[in-house]
């Protein structure tokens, strides 16, 4: 079994190409909630969506959000009753999120949402998410205290961050499912997300990170950053208002304590010995993942650093 | 200042004739809740919504639901999702449940609301739930007690019925508005509704008959069944199910103790005398409302019933 810890796009990417290579079933992917956010009354787990799209072959790719074909009446019907619209919700969306409301209010859980939800589609991993408590990334700025989903989508990621803060963090326990899919994995995958608001939250839930220190099997991440930018996101904003150094190096240094091998881009390998200072196995490989036959050449390069046989 | 009793589609079309002859700020609807159904974790109001959407010039009125050009891609998603789909509910139509379910949940009544939507939709008329308690029409049949939209639209109104009970109705009151807009009425209409499961439910809310009664103004009632028929729906299934008479004179009768006027078909004018026996003024005219002019014509003779002068 392979365990991959995701965010949104550029996990979902990751895993489209890991499913082609070893079976879905075989698969479990821990999902950052902490982006999660309620707008119009409704529950809405944007990375947990993007992946679950992703793998159901429904996602609009060009565009990086959200499902193809999509129409936007609701959402208008909405802004016509006096609603704020800047995130964006299709009408076919908006079933989900009315879905997974519903249920949440009869009592279930985040994790059995996702698994239904991931069924109903025909995605054939299981798709955890890293709670079912409520965590919320709260970016704070200037002008205060934002939601992730304010910082990044209706303010455009423009305010500089002077901290970032996971609300709830101190309840939250991993999902059932979360600590025995680290513990019993074959081998585990940082996916190339935000390794400060994609990764770290799922990192910060009690016992996460200290089942992925203390796992048997190897860990392997692929890195977001590559030639001091990030592929896709603030990521790179965000560590450079932190005073991080903006690079692949920098990525491995905030998972020293976990990682066994890291994969960089060609563009930075020139920072391979340094990463191996660290005392990780280090490999540069092309990891922007423009089509299907990269996204599938990623996953078997994680794979490979991991000693897993592959399809 | 005239006050009108409705249900749902005969209820609107006769409200659309009569903004056309008084000022729609004069105009104020007392609309049944009984028909109201949760359905997906949202709140719907549908005869509420059919005036509202109506009045607004937004309504499907050749479907006789919802709202004209609507699409349909949420409640697909829904059915993915293994919901139940028998009602159906179109995208820019699930924004307003979205809508007022989020309010309801923050605390708003359903009459605030229906105020909020209408004023947002561009209606004049003020438009009041007749209680903001939940008031819940269920059919008794055979197969066991139905929800009155499970009757309707579900089970397409085949079942006989043996008894109509508002569950709820005896903690409800009637909403803000309600009780004054009877007693400083101009003049009262009781619009061609069904008189069992649309009038009937704001009837027995604690209060409102007894208003009728006692109030200074005139209250003329426009009936729903024409030629032994019911013009929409399925009132005369519903009356002969429980051995009432169907007919226009049956109507009046139900409405007696309250009743100044009645206006029935040409089709029912052997009725007159019948109806005029109960100590009622009755008239007859051309009741079925095609297009404008028969709906502007039908609320200019129930204002004459009622002594009113019309623009």
């Given at each position: 079994m392979i365990t991959v810890l995701a965010g949104g796009v550029g996990a979902a990417k990751f895993l489209q190409g890991l499913v082609k290579i070893v079976d879905p079933s075989e698969v479990t992917v821990i999902v950052n909630t902490g982006d999660d956010v309620e707008l119009h009354g409704l529950y809405i787990s944007p990375d947990v969506d993007t992946v679950t799209y992703t793998l159901a072959g429904l996602a609009d790719?060009?565009?990086?959000w959200g499902l193809r074909d999509e129409t936007w009446e609701c959402l208008?019907?909405?802004?016509?009753?006096?609603h704020e619209t800047w995130f964006n919700l299709g009408d076919r969306d908006m079933g989900l999120h009315i879905h997974r409301t519903q249920?949440?209010?009869?009592?279930?859980?985040?994790?059995?949402?996702?698994?239904?939800v991931a069924s109903a589609l025909g995605v054939g991993c299981r798709i955890l998410p890293m709670s079912d408590q409520r965590v919320e990334t709260?970016?704070?700025?200037?002008d205060g205290d934002l939601g992730f989903q304010e910082y990044l989508v209706k303010r455009g990621a423009g305010d500089p961050v002077q901290a970032i803060d996971f609300a709830g963090i101190e309840d939250a326990r991993p999902a059932d499912g979360v600590t025995s899919a680290i513990e019993e994995a074959q081998g585990i995958v940082?996916?190339?997300?935000?390794p400060l608001i994609s990764i770290g939250p799922i990192l910060a839930v009690k016992g996460i990170r200290e089942a992925l220190a203390g796992c048997k099997a190897p860990v392997v991440?692929?890195?977001?950053?590559?030639?001091?930018?990030?592929i896709k996101g603030p990521a790179a904003d965000m560590m450079q208002a932190l005073g991080l150094e903006v690079s692949a190096y920098q990525v491995a240094e905030l998972y020293r304590d976990f990682l066994d091998a890291f994969i960089l881009d060609y563009a930075d390998a020139d920072s391979l010995e340094r990463v191996r200072g660290l005392g990780i196995k280090a490999i540069a490989t092309d990891t922007?993942?423009?089509?299907?036959?990269?996204?599938?050449a990623l996953a078997r390069s994680a794979l490979r650093a991991l000693g897993v046989e592959s399809k």
């Open positions: 790719e060009a565009r990086g208008a019907a909405l802004k016509r009753l006096g249920r949440l209010r009869d009592g279930a859980t985040l994790s059995e949402v996702a698994a239904e709260r970016i704070k700025t200037r940082i996916a190339p997300s935000n991440a692929v890195s977001p950053i590559v030639g001091g930018k990030a922007i993942m423009k089509a299907l036959p990269q996204k599938m």
